[in-house]
């Protein structure tokens, strides 16, 4: 299992930007696959992006062009860039780290809230 800790949420006004990480307890290289989920009121958890540990990178159609998701191996971090926010992408973003393998699971982190409102 892989410990996950969100940080960055919060209020921005709508074509505002705002940055989310996720730092885990293991090198970020080793996870398989680190992903961004949110999940806003009365709606299901979906896949905002995700980096493959090859470095690709996938991306809701909603948020291409707009989101872009990295790496930080030296803080073993994840980082979601929002740009040009908008009232839907209010939510609770939720960090997911994949192992294959012997070790496979999944690992969530706690969440953090960004609310994209004027």
């Known amino acids: 299992q892989v410990q996950l800790v969100e940080s960055g949420g919060g209020l921005v006004q709508p074509g505002g930007s705002l940055r989310v990480s996720c730092v885990a307890s293991?090198?970020?290289?080793?996870?398989?696959?680190m992903g961004w989920y949110r999940q806003a009121p009365g709606k299901q958890r979906e896949l905002v992006a995700a980096?493959?540990?090859?470095?690709?990178?996938v991306y809701a159609d909603s948020v291409k062009g707009r989101f872009t998701i990295s790496r930080d191996g030296v803080r073993n971090a994840v980082t979601l860039q929002m740009n040009s926010l908008k009232p839907g992408g209010t939510a609770v973003y939720y960090c997911k780290a994949h192992l294959s393998g012997s070790n496979s699971g999944d690992s969530w982190g706690q969440g953090t809230q960004v609310t994209v409102s004027s």
């Open positions: 293991k090198s970020i290289f080793s996870i398989d696959v």
């Open positions: 980096i493959i540990s090859g470095g690709n990178t």
